[in-house]
C-alpha cells in the first residue's frame, strides 16, 4: 500500500484534497481531528503543565480556543514548541496505526492529511509527499470566511508555518488550488493516475 502525505499552509486546501481522496475510495487521517482527541485524552496533564490551567475549562476539558491563544501570540514560538512536542508523537502514532489497519484491509493507497508534516521533520514512512499550495491572500480570505477570525489570526498562523516556496524541495507531488474546484479536481485526477500506474508497474 502507497503512503500519501498530504500536507500544506493555513486554508490551502488539504481537506478538499483528502475529500478528493476518500470520495475515490482512499482512505485519509486526519491529523487535526486525531489531535483534538488526542489533547482531551492522554496528552491532556502534559498540555496543562505547559500551557497552564487557564486553558481548562469549568468542565475540565481544555479549550483549544484558549490553546490557541496563547501558541499563536506574538511571542508564543515557545508554547507552540512545547505543544507540538507533546502532540506530533502521539498524532503520527495513531495514524500509523489508522495506516496499518487500512493496509490489512486491501487498501491500495491511504493518506494522512497535516500541516505540519514538513516543518516538523515527519515525512518518514511516506511514499509520496503532496503539496497543496495557494496564494497567501486567498489562503487569508479562506480564513476569514471559514472562522470569522481576523486577518491577524490567519497572518499568526501562517507565519509559523514554512512558505510554500521553502516546502516545494520535499515535495514530489505539488497541487495549485488558487482557481476553481473543476481545476483542483483535474490536476487531482492526473496525481491518482500516476499513482494507480505505480502501484501496477
Known sequence: MLRLAITGGLCSGKSTVSNFFRAHGCPVADADALGRQILQGDARPEVLTALGAGIARA???LDPARVA???FAPGGEAALARLNAILHPRIMAAADTQLRAWEREGNWLAGVEAALLIEAGLLAGFDHVLLVVAE???R????IAR?????????????????????RSCADLVIANN??????EAQLDAVLARLRAEVTQ
Open 69 to 71: 491563544e496563547i501558541v
Open 179 to 184: 482557481g476553481s474546484v473543476a481545476d483542483l
Open 136 to 138: 497567501p491572500e486567498l
Open 147 to 167: 472562522t470569522g477570525g481576523t486577518r491577524a489570526q490567519a497572518q499568526a498562523r501562517m507565519a509559523r508555518q514554512w512558505p510554500d516556496e521553502r516546502k
Open 59 to 61: 468542565d475540565g476539558a
Open 140 to 143: 487569508i480570505a479562506r480564513f
